[in-house]
């Protein structure tokens, strides 16, 4: 089992506070995730977003972070929170990257920047030695992101989207850390 840092701590980057999520970013994540461009990228999260599932979800971060199955940031520009990146499923020394942002922070390079503080997190501090990443097929700017993290293309693969309501081809991605 990964021990992840206890008690979680924030990361700064340039412009960003990258800090653990807490149960009341449920609703601030729950405006964002109803952006259907936001949703559609995402494999997992229903459309229009459930406020009760969101909030369960959230509230269960700590307890995934204790445990050493996830750690999850609050991406925070300023005041606002405007996303979220993290590393979930962590097992056996790998996990999965993931990250979305608000709309409006779109093309700013916040993603890259939140992705590669993370990345480095799971290296240096969570011990992890492998990360997987995945991304929706109509998804180019996921993908020059994680070229750009040095993530190696491993293939395509056919996955149910919840938001989308259909089967969809994934680009699935690893790195060595």
Same mark, same amino acid.
């Given at each position: ?7 979680? #701590? +924030? $990361? #700064?980057? %340039? &412009?960003?506070? $990258?800090? /653990? *999520?807490? =149960?009341?970013?449920?609703?601030? =994540? ?12 995402? @494999?997992?999260?229903?459309?229009? /977003?459930?406020? !009760? %599932?969101?909030?369960?979800?959230? =509230? ?9 199955? =996830? ?7 300023? %005041? ?15 996990? *999965? ?5 608000? &709309?409006? +922070? ?8 939140? +992705? !590669?503080?993370? *990345?480095?997190? +799971?290296?240096?501090?969570?011990? $992890? ?5 995945? !991304? ?16 190696? !293309? $491993?293939?395509?693969?056919? #996955?149910?989207?919840?938001? @989308?309501? %259909? ?11």
């Amino acid at each position: 089992m990964t021990m992840l840092p206890c008690p979680p #701590r +924030a $990361l #700064r980057t %340039e &412009r960003l506070l $990258l800090r /653990p *999520t807490c =149960a009341s970013d449920a609703d601030r =994540a729950f405006e964002i995730l109803n952006d259907w461009e936001v949703a559609r990228m995402l @494999r997992l999260v229903p459309f229009p /977003p459930d406020r !009760h %599932e969101n909030a369960k979800w959230f =509230a269960d971060h700590q307890r995934e972070w204790e445990a050493g199955q =996830a750690c999850r940031f609050s991406i925070v520009d300023g %005041e606002k929170m405007i996303g979220l990146v993290d590393i979930d499923g962590i097992d056996r020394h790998e996990g *999965t990257l993931g990250y979305w942002l608000d &709309r409006a +922070a779109w093309g700013c390079g916040y993603a890259l920047e939140a +992705a !590669h503080a993370v *990345t480095r997190f +799971a290296a240096e501090d969570a011990g $992890l030695r492998k990360l997987k990443a995945s !991304h929706a097929h109509d998804n180019p700017a996921s993908r020059r992101i994680l070229a750009r993290l040095g993530f190696v !293309h $491993l293939d395509i693969v056919e #996955r149910f989207s919840r938001p @989308r309501n %259909e089967t969809i081809s994934q680009w699935r991605y690893v790195k060595a850390l």
